[in-house]
């Protein structure tokens, strides 16, 4: 097998891709941890993933032969199978395949919630996925983006989550308006998770969601982040589930991170207008983030002796490390409970 730099965090699913990207007989290539992967989806829709490279001499896998269903190395033509076994050896087609007991590195996948799992460790994967959904397409819609960051998958886990850049970097558009409000935040930390909750508020929102939602809305929020490297955000108002981001953050290689983004909403009447809207303001806020977080990256090596100066509302991101940290070393975080404010 191969070793990843994840240690523990590979004993997790991995959204790697979103589902509607890969269709019926397409392949796909992607990187997790440096580790090379195709998935690619058969003639009868089925989904497959192995580590890209082939068994003969280590050339990555490039030709899928969807008429048979096989894989196919472009440096010698040796085919395998849906299983990774090799099926046929075009240089030497007597041979004994069963003797010489050659395969890809076949990985588990599994499709939920318009992603695409994987799993790089070692042992059986958990039965279930970090992520379940009840019911995510009654009423709600979706748009799906894709940005590789030229930053840590650490750093970015802690942008997505961070309520506290809102009014600076995206000032307009999520934040910034008028004075700042105080938050009362609960944040629960468990040994695969963490939920920062934000008291109720009454925020401002736009005329056009005032026209449909009504006036005097309470606005309920919360950041959660879910091993391995799973951010959630969840916005209820007047109690009703109304806006909710899926990101995972996918280490590609060492300062590279691919985040795919899938944005969930249910406006009722207003959806086809967010549903229009939503993609450019949520490509201006992640284009915002890049710049940001690339230049904290390049800085933070080269003052890489200096510590940060965290305070009480940086507690989430300093937990967050520690339940990676703890299940890099295949241990659970005990839970805990703790308060703090911010103003935003
Ligand atoms: S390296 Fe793949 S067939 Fe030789
Ligand atoms: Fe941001």
């Not at 506290?164 to 998770?193: D, E, M, N, W, Y």
């Amino acid at each position: 097998m191969f070793e990843t730099t994840a240690q523990g965090l590979a004993d997790h699913w991995h959204a790697v891709a979103f589902a509607q990207d890969l269709k019926k007989k397409q392949s796909f290539k992607t990187k997790l941890y440096g580790i090379p992967l195709l998935l690619w989806r058969d003639t009868q829709a089925q989904v497959f993933a192995v580590a890209d490279v082939c068994a003969h001499k280590r050339a990555p896998l490039a030709i899928t032969c969807f008429k048979q269903n096989t894989l196919t190395c472009p440096y010698h033509g040796w085919q395998y199978k849906q299983d990774g076994r090799v099926c046929h050896i075009p240089s030497s087609p007597d041979i004994d395949l069963s003797k010489l007991n050659a395969s890809l590195h076949t990985l588990p996948i599994r499709q939920a919630n318009g992603l695409l799992w994987v799993y790089l460790g070692k042992g059986t994967p958990p039965s279930k996925l970090p992520l379940s959904l009840a019911d995510p397409t009654k009423g709600w819609q979706h748009v799906q983006l894709k940005k590789q960051f030229d930053t840590s998958e650490e750093l970015l886990i802690e942008n997505f989550m961070d309520a506290t850049h809102t009014p600076f970097i995206h000032r307009g558009i999520i934040r910034g308006h008028g004075a700042p409000t105080q938050h009362q935040v609960q944040l629960k930390v468990a040994s695969h998770q963490l939920l920062a909750s934000y008291a109720e508020t009454t925020e401002k929102i736009g005329v056009a969601l005032q026209l449909i939602l009504g006036k005097n809305l309470r606005i309920k929020h919360s950041d959660a982040f879910l091993l391995p490297n799973l951010v959630k955000v969840d916005y209820a108002i007047n109690d009703v589930p109304r806006f909710m981001a899926v990101i995972a953050c996918n280490p590609i290689t060492e300062g590279k991170t691919e985040a795919l983004v899938r944005l969930s909403f249910r406006f009722g009447k207003l959806n086809f207008l967010v549903k229009r809207a939503l993609p450019w303001l949520a490509r201006k806020v992640l284009a915002q983030d890049f710049d940001i977080t690339q230049q904290q990256f390049a800085n933070q090596k080269i003052f890489a002796q200096q510590k940060d100066k965290s305070i009480d509302g940086d507690m989430m991101y300093h937990k967050m490390r520690l339940i990676r940290r703890a299940a890099q070393q295949r241990q659970a975080m005990t839970p805990s409970e703790s308060n703090f404010k911010l103003f935003l």
